[in-house]
């Protein structure tokens, strides 16, 4: 019995924070360093209610290194020593990344200089914060299988560059960088049961198998961007974690969020769907007990990039898909969360 607040999921003791660990799982969210550091109330919250943050932006290589040989990982810093001063864990994301790259990176990847460019960004970028890192999203979101490459692969500047064993040279300077923490491939798509979904399935886990057969990788991201008014399948999803698990591979939910711009404009009822889906999808995931925790990309209806094009509502109203409205006022959807992870499996501790 772990008493009142833990039964009453809108008890102000209470937060996803402390559900989570009654688990032996953890949660966190994505931040970026404007709103941490320009927004206390949000900084407040975030802190209440997590475990651990993510920078969205600040590690990923357009930031740190917008001109070459130039390093600033001054707005990463400001994020760890956030989360040093307030007692929260902190992930990398991501070193490798076709998006989010500087200016100068594709001419330099096609050159003599490429591989040695490729490999010294993430000596660099890992040995920078060294071992205060709880995990890396070593590379992200490599796989697109109707770009039509072998094995799946996105037709990436470092696909065309440096080759399809790009990846797993990713991980291996990693795990040359930082043999003790935690590597981890991040990718979206996998959710769902349509053709699309299930082809990124499949060669996403033939990815993990070769990656995992070469000791190179310990967990996969599901980023779990959700859709309401998507289908979606709780046996396929159960069965496809089922076998990252048997790769012997811990799983994070790294991006969760829910869309709602298929939902109907009025608030309660939009809210209401949200929860449910996340809700549905929650249960099945926390349910694998591989699954160590679960990241909110975003907390507050405040900063949400799905109020960006081309995922934003054709009504123009602001997305409701995060557990915090924009007063950050809990929500149907935080209530569904906290539910779901003080319904998950213990795990051990």
Known sequence: MLGAAADDPDASSDSLRARAARRGLFFGCGVSTPQIAGDPDFAAAVVADCALIVPTVEMKWGNVESY????????????????????????????????NVPKWLPSVLASNDGEEVFERHIHDVLGHFGDTLTSWDVVNEAIEPKHGL???????????????????????????????????????GIEYGDRYHTERRAATLALLGSLRKDGLVDGFGVQSHLH???????????????????????????????????TP??????????????????????????VKGLIAWGLSDRYT????????RADGLP????????????KPLWRAMARALGDAPTRDI
């Open 68 to 99: 070459r040989g130039a390093l600033d990982f001054a707005a990463a810093d400001a994020i760890a020593a956030f989360a040093r001063d307030n007692g929260l864990a902190i992930r990398g994301h991501t070193a490798i990344w076709h998006v």
């Open 150 to 188: 072998p094995s799946g692969l996105r037709n990436s500047i470092f696909a065309k560059a440096l080759g399809a064993d790009y990846v797993a040279r990713a991980f291996r300077v990693a795990r040359q960088a930082l043999p003790h923490t935690p590597l981890y491939y991040n990718d979206f």
């Open 228 to 262: 309401t008014g998507w289908g979606f399948d709780p046996h396929m999803f159960r069965r496809f974690l089922a076998d990252v698990a048997d790769l012997g591979l811990s799983i994070l939910l790294t991006e969760f969020d829910v869309n709602d711009a298929r």
């Open 265 to 290: 404009a009025d608030e309660p009822s939009r809210d209401q769907a949200i929860a449910d889906h996340a809700e549905r999808y929650l249960d099945v995931a926390l349910d694998e007990k591989a």
């Open 305 to 312: 990039w799905l109020n960006s094009p081309p995922f934003a």
């Open 319 to 330: 997305n409701r898909g995060q557990p915090l409205d924009a007063a950050l006022a809990r």
